[in-house]
């Protein structure tokens, strides 16, 4: 749907009824539909709040919460 859709403003840009700029624009429009959902998704499984140790963090030192790149391991139980 997407490509169909870069396509008919692809031939509206051959026949000069749009300029490149605009074309750019459709296709930088299209492609952050398409992959946005997964940049953020991305994003997120990166970023992850240790409740724990940010707890401490702020009850012993009030400074802003510790921000870990990583998961933790996964507690068998």
Request: glycine share 12%; with cysteine.
């Amino acid at each position: 749907m997407g490509i169909d859709s870069l396509e008919i403003q692809r031939c509206r840009w051959k026949t000069g009824r749009i300029d490149l700029m605009a074309l750019g624009g459709w296709g930088l429009g299209i492609g952050l539909v398409f992959f946005a959902p997964n940049i953020v998704a991305d994003l997120k499984s990166r970023c992850y709040i240790d409740p724990v140790s940010a707890a401490d963090q702020v009850q012993n030192e009030g400074e802003p919460l510790a921000v870990s790149m990583t998961r933790p391991a996964m507690l068998s139980g």
